[in-house]
Every structure is written in structure tokens, then in C-alpha cells.
């Protein structure tokens, strides 16, 4: 999602990001490791302890994404991040009835814009609109599709800013706060939750983004 | 209870309800508008359609507190003589069977028309499908709305 | 021309109209609503004459029309005044359109529903003008002092060739009103027609597009409150006890309390059919407020009883009164599937059996076998069940939407306790009917609730209590069976239908008479689950279930459906097998003919997918091809052609667009329509989960031809909504590959 701060932002290629977090990683294990011994050297031994450890860091960021990715997945987050043009609708995720557009902003087009109906609120009563005061899809050129993606596609896409709204780390973290995620866990009579509460998916949200948003095989 | 201001079809209104009110049930009960109709409460049908500031919103699901101060249009207000456009063609095209649905279907219509002066079978269709007709006068809608463009295209 | 006997009464109009004049006081004017469109307003006249029930003539020539059905979207508010004005002879420019109250004494029949309406007021309304016609010519003759032979109208205007005399009929109306009713009056020749057979603009259209206030929903008087209804969430649920602690204290609320509604010593008719005979009852000051408040009445529910009661057998009027129950249990789809499974496996009731139809399938080479279902379906009217009711010691008040007037009038003196001729039931225009509205228990009910609380009350269900309440589409099954020689002849037709609760085969249809051995049967499972008329009752599912399995049939013998058909048909009209064969083979062969020709049936498109079908119910005949596409693995209907044979066409393109919306309307229910349920609760409330066909799954392009006839007209509301299924499966069978035997479709198929 665009954010509109007025701030510049930076961007990171996947690489920079991974590469940077890998060499975070590796500093922290160097002052571990000279903390631990009187006068330390980086043997063979030592190279090997440090593989270990991305592979470890690598296995419980993959780890916590399984559990992102069934949060992300989920009727809540993906039913307004659509593979098509009218987002999904309902615990099953059916085509939203009436069949609302997205239009260039991601906001609906002509009688069905977004805010006519989504207001500031849920409406109260079951099969009416949700609400929330940012109510809209991701917009026509960054469509951020999360209908049908792998875990392996949607972390990688997650993690790259022409893909994912332009975020950088920061914004990545500060995202499992944004108001209209938050609106996942409060969704109105009839809805299921994701999957996990909120504190848990923050935690694995941010367990994976921290050990190097490592992405699944699959 | 909170008195809530109102603008409706040019005219001030101070209505007596609780504000959570939906805006249709104002319109209908304390207003004597009944031309905005119910047909499902839950924004599925779209008989209640009005603007709000120029957006089609469902009157059913909006609390009067939404409309405090703006600009609310209902079918008795889209024209002074009963002759917009889409009035005119509606009578032309003689859409409607039993009537109940059409007021909503004209409303979000107009909305289609100010922001797609010319518009095609399906930009029609992407704008309508809102608005449920029981009786299946969906042929001549479309009908209407292109004429409707004409007759509007002729004014200007 | 042709002369008629009229038999109407002069006195009993004048008697009723003092009746009339002396009813309630409207919120909105009828007349200023009703003046014709496009034209300039025109001058109310000081003073009506009324020359018989359904005309009035005002001094300045003004004509006031009443079209005594109640109209739901049929538009015979338009078509019938058509009729009046075109025997009377006036300009259709000079007519206001009033819409008449409920006046038994007044008006034969005034019941919206089976398509009967043009079919069984054309007589008499063509009589009622042309005797006013020919009483303004006999005042005429009386002020001219000419024989009334030499006198000849032109619309609106007396004309005495002879000496040039001429008048508008307002001249002569006070004196016309005068004359004794003659005894036979000349009614035009077809051929003669000038406003029968036009187009008119529907009489509503001003007050539809401006928002006027129209149904009864938006009436309103001093005083009334409004009142809602809650009934028990399953059937086979009875009301127990209630805690309105909470209810009665919320804002607006006045009182709260149950309703029984048809108790058991009551002579239920035929369109009493009751859901729910003990209601829950809000009244409050306003819509909102009073949905509020029963929302927050907690109420216990327990299981119901059988429930006996005693109703007539059938709809005719004065047809014996029997005993009737409904079993108790609450039922679910499930159950009800593999009961109509098990019926249709056993011998059902033998309605009609030609030749040796056991003999024949011993003997066939090859049998084909196909069931079909389909589900309960609800009416969904737009505008949800309401009704104004205004009951006193003295009278009683109603205005509501309401198709059979006659029927609830009996129910209503019998719960009131007021005699017929006290209780006045005003006509409004419907938002929808659809066969909903024939039941009256809405009328019961307000009439009760204000009976109780005092005062002038509308009652009104939300979308989610009429989704509910029942009197929905009966679930039907029906086999058909077909023998064929080993020349791949067909030797022999069987059908065997059923359905919770009534029996759907009308055995004198087609295929019977076309076949030599043919044999129909039927069944039927009790319930307690409601149901009653839905456009084209029975006919809605055995049209589908009949031509699409004649369409496998011809498939099998390697036949073109339509040819198929009409050999068939040739076979009944030269050589016709039995007796009652109930259908014109010329007529029915007649609008598959057109069908086909209007729609170029051999011509084939890449991706277009056609199916044909066609049936006769309610008096006429249509044909319809249906063109399909599919787009992404989803099927859409791009184009309909349907060839209509009901004889004279009243209003010409009101008729078209009953077509055209009975076509949508069957498309619809088609391939969404479905109401399933689980232990006797409805399992869809509202729109989000009842699909309803919307603007983008309508097609682009619907043609309709009839077959223009000088034969009597008949219906156009259910003739052609009832072929439209069949069409449908056909055509999405040569797109998929695949037959579809149960509606809805839509669960046939793995995208849309």
C-alpha cells in the first residue's frame, strides 16, 4: 500500500535488504562470539558456526512465515487483495456480490465506490458492510495480489518494494499495525478471525522479517 | 434526542432522532420522502440509493449522522420538473413493471451519466449491477441510460 | 361487429359509488399522478358523470377510467382502461386512469394472478365502453331528436352526418348518466382497433420516476402506527413465551404483545395459507424504531403440534370445505431429497395411461431414463410483505398490496366479526406479486393489530421476515421415461412427477395425444413447511423438466429438437391419441415455427450455444431460443428470441416487456433460485445469500414476435417464463457437454 507521508522514501532491492541483515546477523554473532571467548579468531571452525546459524535464522524465518502466510491467506486479508478486479466477499471468499470494480485508486469506480457503502465503521447487523475509515482495494498498478499465491511467491513479493507498495523494513513492521490490517481482527458480525490473534501474527510477521525474510521453498 | 441538521434536495431540515437512524428511515418516516424505497436493509439491492455529496450511497446502511450538513439528493430532488435526462427517458423507453425498484435504479444511474457522459452496454452494466430489478426490466434500463446519454448530449 | 348482451346494473353502481365517495381520505392524490404522459396536464372537470362502474366523464370531456385489477407490474392499470377507451371511443390523450378499490358488487373477479385478468375482462370491459358509447349516442339523439341509427362517433365527439350537428362527449355526459342501460350494444370489429393493439405508456410512469408516493409502504395517515411481526424461525416451531422487558422500554415503543391470526375455527379459502398462526407483535411510532425493539424481544420457541384446520379444496369459490393438517417436525432439504428419491421410485397416482404403455417398454429396445428437481423457491417481491389496516367496532380499513380481494374479504368478516359490506379494501399498487400476494395473512395480521391497539396501524415485515415466512415455491421431482424400437422409434412416453406438497403433472399435456403409449403419474409428500401459487405454478418446473428431456430424447434419435417437437405435434393434430388433450397443435407448432425461423436456428456461431423450448400454460404458447456464451467458464445468456402466440395484443410494447422480464425472471431463478432448509429453518434470509439475477448476467438482446391473431387475447405474465428454464439447460448442455437435471444450475457448475 502507497503510504502518502509526503516523506521520500527509500528503497531497498531484496538483496540489499537480505544481504544487510545477513551481515547484521553475522556482526551480532561476532560480538557474541568475542564476547564469549578472551581473544577471538575466525577459524574454519568458526565459518561453520556461523552457517549454522543463518540456517538457523533461515529455518525459523521460514517457519514463521507458514504462519503469516495462513493469516495472509485467510478470508479477512484476502479477500481485498484479489487476483482480479472486484475483491472477495464472505468466509468462502466469493466474487463480492454486485461485482464492485477497483478502479485506478483501488477505491471503486462510478455507483459502487468503496466509501459509499464501507463506512468509518462496520455497520452493525449481519451481511452488512464492513467499515473502516481507509476502506479500499490496493490500487490498479500495485495490485499486491495475495488470491492464489504460494508462500513462496507471496514472500518473495512481500519483501519487494515494486511489489509491495514501496515499503521498506520499517514500513514492512510498522505494517502489522496499520489501521486497516487491524481491522482483520475486528470484522463485523458473520466473520471469521485469521487464523491466529493479532499479537501472534505480529510476532511471526516480525520474527520472519528480522531473521531475513527468508522465503519457502514452495 | 439530538437534533440533526439536514439538507435534502435543496431544503434545510432539523430532524429529532437518535443518529444512528439510518438516513432512509429518516428520509421515509420524518421527512415524508418515500420515493427512497427499502428492499433489503443489508445494501444488497440498492432501492434505497440517494447522493450523498454526488455519491450513490445505500441510505439504509447510512446513519443520518453521516449526512449532517451535506448535500443529500433523493429521486424527488434529482430534477425540478420531473425532467432529467434519465426521467425523460424512462418515460420514453417506458422501463419500468411494477415500479418499487426504479427510483434507486435512476439514482445510481445519474451518478453513471455525470461521470460517464457516453457510456458503453458495459460500463452500464459495471454501474448497475448494484441495483436489483424482481420484475427483469434490466434491457430497457440500458435502453434508457443510453438515451438518457443522448438527450443529455442534446442539452449541452 | 358484434353484439353482446350487457348486463349491468345501474343501481348497484350508484349505490356502490356512495360508498366509495364516503372511504378514507388518501395522503396523495391519485388523479394528479395518473394523467397520461407527454402530454399537457390535463383540466380536472367541476363535476364526474358516471355512466357505469368503469367510466366517468367529466363535463369539460375529461375521461376517468377504473381499472378494476389489482396491478403488480402487468401493467393492466394501462391495458384494461386500453380496452374501456378503445370501445368507447376516445382519445386515449383525454383518460386519467384511477385504480379501483375492491367492490364486489361493483366488479366481477378483480383477482391478479394466472394471467387471466385480459383473458376474463375482455367481454366485459369492451362491453362496459361500448354501452356507455352507445348511451351518450342515445342522449345525443334524445337532444337532437334523430334516430340514434344516424349517429356515429370519431374519438370523443358525437357526429350527426346528416345535419352537420356534432358534440363532445362532455356535452352529453349528465344527460347520458341518465339513460336506462340498453339491452345489447355493437362492439368494434378487431380490424377496427386504433388504441388495442398500440402502444401505450404505462398510466404509473410520472409518479414511478419522480418518486411519487405509490405503494403502501409509502402510505401513511394521521395517527397510524407502524407494527412488525416476529414469527418463529423454523416451521414446525410454535411461539412459547417472550421477555419484552427490554423491547417495551426502548424508544418509540407503544406496545407489545401476540396475535393469533387464524384460529382454528375459522373456514380457511384457498389463499389463507398461514405460516404462522401466533405472532409476536411490536408497535411502536416509527419503522426504525420499532425494528429496534424487536430485535430485542427474546422469545422461546417450542415444537408445533400437527396442526388441523379446515379450508376449501380447492380455489374455486364455494368449493367443499375439508379437513387439513400439516404434520408436525422440523425438516431439512437432505430429508426431503431422498424422500422424493423414494416416491419416485414407487407407482404414484395414475392421472392418464393411452394405449399399452407397460406392454410398449417391456418391448423397447432401449429405455431412457432421466429425473429431474428442482428446489423451493421465494417469491422475494421487492417490496417486502406490509399492509395498512384501520379496524373499529364499526369498520374496518385496509389498503395493502393484495392480489385475490375476494378471498381474504371471507377470512376477514370471519376473524373481525364485521359483516362483509363493513370491511373496505382499498387496491394498491404492488411491488411485485408473483403469486406472493394472492395469500391475504397480511391482511389478518394488521387487521388484528389494530383491532388491538385502537388505531390506524401498518404493519410491515423486514426482508429477512418475508424471506422467511414461507408460501414459497413447492420443491418438485419428476422421471421421464421414454421406449424406443430398435428403429430408434419412439413407442411409448412416461412421466412420472411429484412434489412437498402437490402433485405437479398436468397429464393432458404435451407429449399426450402425440403418443400412442403414454402413461402419467403422480405423487406428493405432505409438510409443514408453506408453500403457494409462484409465477406459473406447476408449469414453472415440469416446462423444464419436460422439454429438456424431449431435447435428450431428440438428441438420442438423432433428431433436431425442433423438427422433433413438430413431428410430434404433427402427429396430435392429424392422428391425436386419446382424449383432453389439453393444447392446439396448430397453435403450439406455430410458435416454435416462428422461433425458429426468428432466430435463424441452423444459422451456427463460433461460441454460440442454443437451446430451444417451448410449452403452453395459462392460455398461450411461446418458443423460446435461448443463445449462450461462456466467458471465463461462466455461462451468460446474450440472446432470447421468443415467438408468442396470445391471441390479440392488448398494449404492444407493455407486452414485450412482460416478456422480456418473465425471460430475465426465468434465467434467474434458473440458474440461482433456491431456498434449502435445515430442521425447518429457511437457510437463506436475505440477498447476500438468495442470488438474484442482476443487470450483468441479463441478456444483451431479447426479440419477441407474436403471432398476431384476432382470437380473444390471453395471458402474458406466465407463458413465457415457464419455457425459459428448459432453454437454458438446453443450451448450457451444448456448451458444456453436460445436462443439468437439478436447479438451480448455478450448483452445476464450478465458476460463476
Known amino acids: 500500500m502507497k503510504s502518502k507521508t509526503g516523506q521520500k522514501e527509500i528503497r531497498h532491492s531484496y538483496k540489499l535488504t537480505a544481504a544487510l541483515s545477513v551481515l547484521a546477523i553475522l556482526m551480532t554473532l561476532m560480538v557474541t562470539i568475542s564476547a564469549r571467548s578472551e581473544s577471538a579468531a575466525f577459524g574454519s571452525k568458526d565459518k561453520e558456526v556461523f552457517a549454522d546459524q543463518r540456517k538457523r535464522d533461515s529455518v525459523k524465518s521460514v517457519e514463521a512465515f507458514s504462519k503469516v502466510y495462513s493469516v495472509l491467506i485467510s478470508p479477512r486479508c484476502v479477500n481485498c487483495h484479489p487476483a482480479g478486479d472486484v475483491p472477495l466477499q464472505g468466509d468462502d471468499s466469493h466474487l463480492h456480490a454486485m461485482l464492485p470494480q477497483r478502479g485506478k485508486e483501488g477505491k471503486g469506480m462510478l455507483t459502487m465506490k468503496c466509501a459509499n457503502c464501507h463506512q468509518s465503521e462496520n455497520t452493525r447487523g449481519p451481511h452488512t458492510p464492513p467499515g473502516n475509515p481507509n476502506w479500499h482495494l490496493p490500487p490498479a498498478d500495485m495490485k499486491m495480489v495475495f488470491e492464489g499465491k504460494s508462500a513462496s511467491e507471496l514472500a518473495k513479493q512481500l519483501m519487494d518494494p515494486a511489489q509491495n507498495g514501496h515499503k521498506d523494513m520499517k514500513a514492512l513492521i510498522a505494517h502489522a499495525d496499520d489501521a486497516l490490517v487491524l481491522w482483520g481482527w475486528e470484522p463485523g458480525d458473520g466473520r471469521t478471525l485469521p487464523p491466529l490473534s493479532h499479537k501472534e501474527f505480529k510476532e511471526a510477521w516480525i520474527t ?7 522465503a519457502p521453498e514452495k | 434526542m439530538a437534533t440533526t441538521k439536514l439538507k435534502i434536495n435543496g431544503k434545510e431540515h432539523a430532524v429529532d432522532v437518535d443518529p444512528s437512524t439510518p438516513l432512509l428511515w429518516v428520509l421515509r418516516d420524518h421527512l415524508n420522502l418515500v420515493g427512497t424505497k427499502y428492499g433489503c436493509g443489508v445494501a444488497s439491492c440498492g432501492a434505497c440509493v440517494v447522493h450523498l455529496e454526488g455519491e450513490a450511497v445505500r441510505s439504509c446502511v447510512t446513519k443520518v449522522s453521516r449526512a449532517a450538513g451535506k448535500e443529500v439528493v433523493t429521486i424527488e430532488g434529482l430534477s425540478e420538473n420531473g425532467d432529467h435526462p434519465l426521467q425523460q427517458a424512462w418515460e420514453q423507453v417506458d422501463v419500468p413493471q411494477c415500479g418499487y425498484c426504479q427510483s434507486g435504479q435512476i439514482m445510481s444511474a445519474a451518478v453513471l451519466l455525470r461521470e460517464i457522459p457516453n457510456p458503453t452496454d458495459e460500463e452500464i452494466d459495471l454501474a448497475m449491477t448494484g441495483n436489483i430489478c424482481r420484475c427483469g426490466t434490466y434491457l430497457r434500463i440500458r435502453k434508457a441510460i443510453h438515451l438518457a446519454a443522448e438527450i443529455q448530449n442534446e442539452i449541452k | 361487429m358484434t353484439l353482446v348482451k350487457t348486463t349491468l346494473n345501474r343501481r348497484s ?172 350494444v355493437e362492439l368494434k370489429k378487431v380490424t377496427d382497433f386504433s388504441i388495442i393493439g398500440t402502444s401505450k405508456k404505462n398510466v404509473d410512469i410520472k409518479n414511478i ?57 375459522i373456514d380457511q379459502n384457498f389463499f389463507d395459507t398461514t405460516s404462522f398462526t401466533k405472532l409476536a407483535v411490536v408497535v411502536g411510532n416509527s419503522t426504525w424504531e420499532v425494528m429496534q425493539a424487536k430485535k430485542a424481544l427474546k422469545i422461546a420457541w417450542e415444537e408445533e403440534p400437527e396442526r388441523v384446520f379446515r379450508r376449501s379444496a380447492s380455489w374455486m369459490q364455494g368449493s367443499e370445505i375439508i379437513k387439513a393438517t400439516f404434520p408436525p417436525g422440523l425438516e431439512s432439504t437432505d430429508d426431503h431429497l431422498a424422500k422424493m428419491a423414494e416416491f419416485t421410485k414407487k407407482p404414484g397416482q395414475i392421472l392418464r395411461r393411452d394405449g399399452d404403455p407397460e406392454g410398449a417398454f417391456k418391448k423397447a429396445s432401449k429405455i431412457i431414463e432421466r429425473t429431474y428437481t428442482a428446489p423451493f423457491l421465494a417469491h422475494n417481491t421487492m417490496e417486502p410483505v406490509n399492509c395498512f389496516a384501520h379496524v373499529t367496532a364499526e369498520k374496518a380499513e385496509l389498503y395493502g398490496p393484495l392480489q385475490a380481494p375476494e378471498y381474504i374479504n371471507a377470512t376477514l368478516s370471519q376473524r373481525l366479526g364485521l359483516p362483509k359490506d363493513k370491511i373496505h379494501i382499498k387496491l394498491a399498487r404492488m411491488g411485485g406479486g408473483f403469486g406472493l400476494r394472492a395469500y391475504g395473512h397480511h391482511l389478518i395480521e394488521a387487521a388484528v393489530i389494530s383491532q388491538q391497539v385502537k388505531a390506524p396501524v401498518k404493519l410491515v415485515y423486514t426482508r429477512e ?65 408453506t408453500t403457494g401459487i409462484f409465477r406459473a405454478p406447476r408449469s414453472n418446473f415440469m416446462a423444464c423438466a419436460e ?93 432470447v428470441v421468443a415467438a408468442i402466440d396470445c391471441g390479440i395484443v392488448v398494449n404492444k410494447d407493455a407486452a414485450v416487456n412482460m416478456a422480456e422480464g418473465a425471460i430475465v425472471d426465468g434465467i434467474g431463478n434458473a440458474l440461482f433460485g433456491e431456498m434449502p432448509f435445515k430442521d425447518g429453518a429457511p437457510q437463506k434470509n436475505n440477498f447476500p445469500s438468495y442470488r438474484m439475477i442482476r443487470a450483468n448476467e441479463a441478456p444483451k438482446e431479447i426479440d419477441v414476435h407474436f403471432v398476431g391473431s384476432e382470437t380473444d387475447p390471453t395471458g402474458m405474465g406466465e407463458p413465457p417464463f415457464a419455457p425459459v428454464f428448459a432453454a437454458v439447460a438446453n443450451a448450457l448442455y451444448k456448451a458444456t457437454g453436460t445436462r443439468f437435471y437439478n436447479q438451480p444450475f448455478i450448483n452445476g457448475l464450478t465458476t460463476g
Open chain 3, 209 to 265: 420516476v419522480n418518486g411519487n408516493p405509490l405503494f403502501t409502504m409509502d402510505y401513511k395517515v394521521d395517527g397510524m402506527l407502524t407494527a412488525m411481526i416476529v414469527h418463529p424461525p423454523a416451521f414446525g416451531l410454535q411461539f412459547k413465551s417472550m421477555d419484552d422487558s427490554e423491547a417495551k422500554t426502548m424508544p418509540g415503543i407503544k406496545s407489545i404483545f401476540t396475535i393469533d391470526t387464524l384460529t382454528g375455527d
Open chain 3, 13 to 184: 353502481f350508484l349505490r356502490a359509488a356512495l360508498l366509495a365517495g364516503g372511504g378514507m381520505v388518501l395522503s396523495f392524490s391519485w388523479m394528479a399522478g395518473c394523467k397520461p404522459s407527454g402530454r399537457k396536464a390535463l383540466e380536472m372537470p367541476e363535476e364526474w358523470f358516471e355512466l357505469n362502474s368503469y367510466i366517468k366523464i367529466g363535463e369539460n370531456g375529461v375521461i376517468s377510467l377504473s381499472s378494476p385489477n389489482p396491478e403488480f407490474g402487468q401493467n393492466v392499470k394501462t391495458s384494461m382502461p386500453m380496452i374501456l377507451a378503445e370501445e368507447l371511443d376516445v382519445d386515449w390523450d383525454n383518460v386519467v386512469v384511477e385504480q379501483a378499490d375492491f367492490l364486489p358488487d361493483r366488479f366481477k373477479n378483480q383477482f391478479t394472478g394466472g394471467s387471466q385478468a385480459i383473458r376474463s375482462n375482455w367481454t366485459p370491459l369492451r362491453t362496459a365502453g361500448a354501452t356507455a358509447r352507445q348511451m351518450l349516442i342515445l342522449a345525443a339523439a334524445k337532444q337532437w331528436n334523430v334516430p340514434a341509427s344516424e349517429i356515429t362517433t370519431e374519438p370523443g365527439m358525437l357526429l350527426h352526418r346528416a345535419s352537420g350537428k356534432k358534440a363532445g362527449y362532455g356535452e352529453f355526459a349528465s344527460v347520458a348518466a341518465q339513460i336506462p342501460i340498453p339491452e345489447e
Open chain 3, 547 to 639: 422439454q429438456s428431456f424431449l431435447d435428450e430424447l431428440a438428441a438420442e434419435m438423432g433428431k433436431d429438437p425442433i423438427d422433433f417437437r413438430l413431428e410430434l405435434l404433427e402427429r396430435a393434430k392429424t392422428a391425436p391419441v386419446g382424449e383432453n388433450n389439453d393444447y392446439q397443435a396448430d397453435r403450439y407448432a406455430g410458435v416454435l415455427r416462428l422461433a425458429r425461423d426468428k432466430s435463424n436456428w441452423n444459422e451456427t456461431k463460433q461460441g454460440i450455444h442454443r437451446g430451444v423450448s417451448a410449452y403452453f400454460c395459462h392460455n398461450s404458447y411461446v418458443a423460446e431460443v435461448v443463445d449462450l456464451v461462456m466467458k471465463n467458464g461462466t455461462p451468460k445468456v446474450e440472446k
Open chain 3, 465 to 529: 421476515d418475508e424471506m422467511t415466512a414461507g408460501l414459497y415455491r413447492p420443491a418438485y421431482s419428476a422421471t421421464y421415461r421414454a421406449a424406443l424400437d430398435e428403429n430408434n422409434q419412439l413407442i411409448a412416453f412416461h412421466v412420472k412427477g411429484g412434489g412437498i406438497p402437490e402433485m405437479p403433472v398436468a397429464p393432458h399435456r404435451f407429449p399426450a395425444g402425440a403418443i400412442d403409449n403414454y402413461l402419467a403419474e403422480g405423487w406428493s409428500i405432505t409438510s409443514n413447511i
Open chain 1, 208 to 214: 520472519w522479517l528480522k531473521n531475513g525474510a527468508y
